[in-house]
Structure formats: C-alpha cells, structure tokens
C-alpha cells in the first residue's frame, strides 16, 4: 500500500506530500504520523504541502486532525508551502486551520519550531517574543 | 398611397431640414457647450438624407429593411459619440424625436386630407419611433461600455501591494471591500507574498469608507488566507467611527492584530522582524549634544 515517508531529522518530523492526497493515503498519513510522534518523542512536526494543489473540506480536517492529536502528544505541527490558490480555496471553505502553524516555506517553518522549543514549549509565535 | 409621402418627402428635404434645425435649437434641452451649431446641422443633413433617399414602398414598413443600414449605422454612431460626450438622455433623444415633428409638419402641410395625413402620420411614425429606440440602445450601450471600462481601472489601480521592507508588504485598501475586490487583493496579496517570501502583510483600511459585517467577514478571509500562507496579517488604519461600527456590530476581530495607523503597524513589523529604526549619533559626524 501507498505511503507518505515521515522523516525524522533531530527533534523534528518532516512529511513531505508529493502527491495529490486521496483520502485513504491522508488518513494512513494521519495513524503513521502520530504513531511515529509517539514513538520519537518529536516536539515538532512540519508538514510540507508546497506540491499539493487541490485540497478539500477532508483534507483541511485531517490537517487540523494531525494538528491537535501532535498538541496531546506535546509536539506542534507547522504546515508549510501552502499555495495562494489552497489558502483561498480553504478559506472559502470555511476551514481557516486556527491552531496549526503556518510557515511560508521549510526553513521558515524550521526557525518556527525551533524559537518555539526555545521558549519551552510554549505556544508563542516567533513574532510575540522578539523584544525584551 | 405611401408613395405620395415619399414623393412629398424627397422634394421637401431641404424644408425638412430647416424645420428640424429650427425645432431642435428651440428645444430648451441643447446644450451649446457640448456640440456647435454647424456640427448639429452636419450631423443633421446626414441623417435627412440618409433618412429620405432611403425611404421606398418596402423600407417605410420595415425599420430593419437593409435599405436603413446607412441610417442605422449614422444613428448609432452619433449616439455612441453622444454618450460619451455626456449627452443626457432627453437631448439625444429629443434629437431624432424633434425630426419626426418637422416631417409630421411637413406632411400636414402638402396634404389637406385630414384621414389621409393620419394614415400618412401614424406609418411614419412607427418608423421614426423605432428608430428613436435603437438610438437609446445605443445611447445605453455606449455609457454601459463606458461604466465597465471604469470599473474595470477602479480594480486594477486599487490593489498595489507594496514592499515596504525586506519581508514586509503593505496593502493599501481604497473603496469598497466587496467580495470580488476581496478576490482580487487575496490573490494579488498571496501572490506577492510567495514571490517576495515576505512574513509580514500590512492590510490598511484607511480608504475603506465603511465597514459593515459583509466587508469585516472579507478582511477577516483575507487575514486567514495570509496566515494559512505562513505570513502574518496586520490591519492598520482603523478610524474611530469604523471601531465603534465594528464592535456595535458585534464583529469580532479578536484573532487580528490591529494598529491605529500604518507607522504603528509598521512599527510592530519592525519589532517582530528584530529590526530597529533609530536615529544615528551626531557625535560620529562631528556635532556634540549640549
């Protein structure tokens, strides 16, 4: 069966979706990934859907599933590479991911993560805490 | 029967003329500025005898005959031009409907047979009143072209988005926010913030005029697009009556980041981007502070 590779790299986990997601691949992507969470005690998961171009209702939903089921498990996910056609196809669609994080592409979402770890896990973006 | 009329109306044409001119410099509803009296009467021979060199036992009961393809062409034209020199609708209509008195008159004149003119009356004025309806379409078309080609500029020149600093972009809203304009600025937006790789968006409304809970909804799809992009979204420019309609409103804009103005916006950027602005020492360029 088809699979989306979960690569560990440090702390992190990195999904890169090459493909048009259909729903079966999203769900296993979904059980695969939180599983591996568990198993590698990641803290942050970055998701990178730079190649997707179609994405519906299903798929805004499994995103923002993946989102909280990595909060329970203490590891943030930031969804990267969104394609301006994506952003606005899931805004019309009422599904504006509130509680994912977003980064415009994968070093940005790296930097994300890792001044997140620096304030101890706490749920800041990197823009609130710039100045002291 | 008809070719009496039309007899009667090719030996006249010059009488035509001179009564049609008289009629439309009486009408109060000429405006000179627009349009000299030697134009006018140009203008006005051309269709006369465009009108009666035309006119045959067929064509007088057919304003759609072939034979009218001059005149049609001439009408349309000159109500296009008139459109667009801001003609009102009562001066270009009342310029063809003024023609259609002088013939009546002219009709009346060469003929004492009263049952005779009305026939006479009512055939011509059919023509002529079919004729007066396809200049108002024209006259219609030509602002409606012009409407749409306005509106088509206003979309265009309103949605610039600009590069304020290396990573900020600033969107001046002008008009508006309906939801075709709210397309228009996401997609210019995103698009921008994907070629610039920009993390911050600065969307002002000072130019909005107001905001109802129809535009507030279209700010707050454009906000969510830009922050599902990975970019942050700010809204600047929010007058005092426009926070009292929104919070009367029950709008809630709790998720946004909101400034006053542009420069506090563009202040908070600074602040998350690390960046700061400040003034340089005078003592480097030789001038000591008291």
């Keep these: 069966?088809?699979?989306?590779?979960?690569?560990?790299?440090?702390?992190?986990?990195?999904?890169?979706?090459?493909?048009?997601?259909?729903?079966?691949?999203?769900?296993?992507?979904?059980?695969?990934?939180?599983?591996?969470?568990?198993?590698?005690?990641?803290?942050?998961?970055?998701?990178?859907?730079?190649?997707?171009?179609?994405?519906?209702?299903?798929?805004?939903?499994?995103?923002?599933?993946?989102?909280?089921?990595?909060?329970?498990?203490?590891?943030?996910?930031?969804?990267?590479?969104?394609?301006?056609?994506?952003?606005?196809?899931?805004?019309?669609?009422?599904?504006?991911?509130?509680?994912?994080?977003?980064?415009?592409?994968?070093?940005?979402?790296?930097?994300?993560?890792k001044s997140m770890m620096d304030f101890n896990g706490t749920q800041q973006e990197d823009g609130d805490h710039s100045f002291d | 029967m008809f070719e009496n009329i039309i007899k009667t109306l090719k030996s006249n044409k010059g009488e035509i003329l001179e009564l049609w001119m008289k009629n439309q410099l009486a009408s109060s509803v000429i405006t000179e500025d627009l349009m000299t009296n030697q134009e006018l009467r140009k203008q006005s021979e051309e269709l006369v005898n465009a009108l009666v060199n035309n006119l045959n036992e067929n064509s007088i009961n057919d304003s759609q005959s072939p034979d009218f393809d001059q005149l049609t062409e001439l009408l349309g034209g000159i109500s296009i031009s008139r459109a667009r020199q801001g003609f009102s609708p009562r001066e270009t209509g009342s310029f063809i409907l003024s023609l259609k008195e002088a013939l009546l008159e002219i009709l009346k004149k060469e003929n004492s047979n009263v049952n005779e003119v009305f026939e006479e009356s009512l055939k011509l004025s059919r023509l002529l009143d079919n004729f007066t309806i396809l200049t108002f379409e024209t006259f219609i078309k030509g602002r409606e072209e012009l409407i749409m080609r306005q509106t088509d500029e206003i979309t265009d020149i309103s949605t610039p988005v600009i590069k304020v600093w290396d990573g900020i972009l600033a969107l001046p809203i002008i008009g508006t926010l309906d939801s075709a304009r709210t397309q228009v600025v996401m997609e210019n937006l995103l698009q921008e913030i994907v070629k610039t790789g920009s993390g911050i968006?600065?969307?002002?409304?000072?130019?909005?005029?107001?905001?109802?809970?129809?535009?507030?909804?279209?700010?707050?799809?454009?906000?969510?697009?830009?922050?599902?992009?990975?970019?942050?979204?700010?809204?600047?420019?929010?007058?005092?009556?426009?926070?009292?309609?929104?919070?009367?409103?029950?709008?809630?804009?709790?998720?946004?980041?909101?400034?006053?103005?542009?420069?506090?916006?563009?202040?908070?950027?600074?602040?998350?981007?690390?960046?700061?602005?400040?003034?340089?020492?005078?003592?480097?360029?030789?001038?000591?502070?008291?």
């Design chain 2, 201 to 290: 968006a600065i969307l002002d409304i000072s130019g909005v005029p107001t905001v109802d809970s129809l535009v507030a909804q279209n700010l707050l799809k454009a906000v969510s697009a830009t922050r599902l992009m990975g970019a942050d979204c700010i809204i600047s420019g929010i007058r005092p009556e426009i926070a009292q309609t929104i919070v009367h409103l029950g709008i809630d804009l709790s998720q946004v980041i909101t400034k006053a103005t542009l420069a506090s916006a563009l202040q908070y950027a600074f602040k998350s981007l690390r960046l700061e602005v400040r003034k340089t020492a005078l003592e480097a360029a030789g001038v000591t502070n008291q």
């Design chain 1, 1 to 113: 069966m088809e699979r989306i590779p979960i690569l560990k790299m440090g702390p992190f986990l990195l999904v890169t979706i090459q493909i048009d997601l259909y729903d079966r691949l999203a769900l296993n992507l979904e059980e695969d990934l939180v599983k591996m969470v568990e198993k590698t005690a990641s803290k942050g998961v970055l998701i990178d859907i730079s190649a997707l171009s179609i994405v519906d209702s299903f798929m805004g939903r499994i995103l923002g599933n993946i989102a909280s089921m990595s909060r329970l498990l203490d590891a943030q996910t930031v969804v990267v590479g969104m394609q301006p056609a994506v952003a606005i196809t899931l805004v019309e669609l009422g599904l504006p991911l509130n509680g994912v994080y977003t980064a415009l592409n994968m070093e940005k979402g790296m930097y994300l993560l």
